[in-house]
Nanobody
Framework: QVQLVESGGGLVQAGGSLRLSCAAS????????MGWFRQAPGKEREFVVI????????YYADSVRGRFTISRDNVQNTVYLQMNSLKPEDTAVYYC??????????????????WGQGTQVTVSS
C-alpha cells in the first residue's frame, strides 16, 4: 500500500535549522510531484513548496522562499525539506504530499493523492 513517512521534526531555537525527510513507497515515486504543507493549531493546511518529478522545477510559498530548500532522491524514493533561519511562525505539523503532476494550483491540498502522517516542528523564540 501507499506510504509516506515523514521524519526529522523537533524543537529548535529561532534561527536554527532542521531537515525533514519523507520516505515514499507503494507508488511510482519518480513520476510524482512532491509537496510539503504545514498546519498550525487552529489553522488550515498551508502550502510550503512543491518539486516536480525530476527535481528540475520547484515552487515556494513566499513565506519560506530563500530559507527553505526542497530536494528529492528518486533512487531512495525520498523528498527532503531543508529549513534554515527558522522562525517561531514556522511552528506547525509538516506534511508531505504526492500528486501526479506539477502544473496547476500547487496550493490546493485536494490536488494531492497521498499524504503522510506529519512531523511536528516547533521553533522557540
Amino acid at each position: 500500500q501507499v506510504q509516506l513517512v515523514e521524519s526529522g521534526g523537533g524543537l529548535v531555537q529561532a534561527g536554527g535549522s532542521l531537515r525533514l525527510s519523507c520516505a515514499a513507497s507503494g507508488f511510482t515515486f519518480s513520476t510524482y510531484a512532491m509537496g510539503w504543507f504545514r498546519q498550525a493549531p487552529g489553522k488550515e493546511r498551508e502550502f510550503v513548496v512543491i518539486i516536480n518529478w525530476s527535481g528540475g522545477s520547484t515552487y515556494y510559498a513566499d513565506s519560506v522562499r530563500g530559507r527553505f530548500t526542497i530536494s528529492r532522491d528518486n533512487v531512495q524514493n525520498t523528498v527532503y525539506l531543508q529549513m534554515n533561519s527558522l522562525k517561531p511562525e514556522d511552528t506547525a505539523v509538516y506534511y508531505c504530499g504526492a500528486r501526479p503532476y506539477f502544473g496547476g494550483i500547487h496550493s490546493d491540498p485536494a490536488k494531492y493523492n497521498y499524504w503522510g502522517q506529519g512531523t511536528q516542528v516547533t521553533v522557540s523564540s
